[in-house]
């Protein structure tokens, strides 16, 4: 789809209008779904086979959210160009609540 974007074959620019609280929405809920998914993921794992793990949920779903924000209209993203600085650190941030509080479920006690 990118391939076909900058040939200019397929415009997708202000196809998805989600605004600010949209985009946020949806990196606040990425993030905290693929952090929980790691956490739950790597449990039993060795601390050198965890890293290619961080880096696929890290930054796959990433690129979700670079891609709703490249759908919005331009003159939005001309007019506020941090938007994604401020997505990446909403993703970023809820995606670390679970790493930093690994919660051991089903676990003995």
Known sequence: MSVAAAFHLLGIDGS???GFYGLYSIAASLGWLFGNVYVQRTRKMEKPLRRPFLVVYFFGPLGTVYLLRCMEPLDFQRAAPLVLLYAWCVY??????PIV????????R
């Open 16 to 18: 998805a209008p989600l």
């Open 92 to 97: 970023t941030i809820f995606f670390g609540v």
């Open 101 to 108: 509080f690994r919660i051991p479920f089903g676990g003995k």
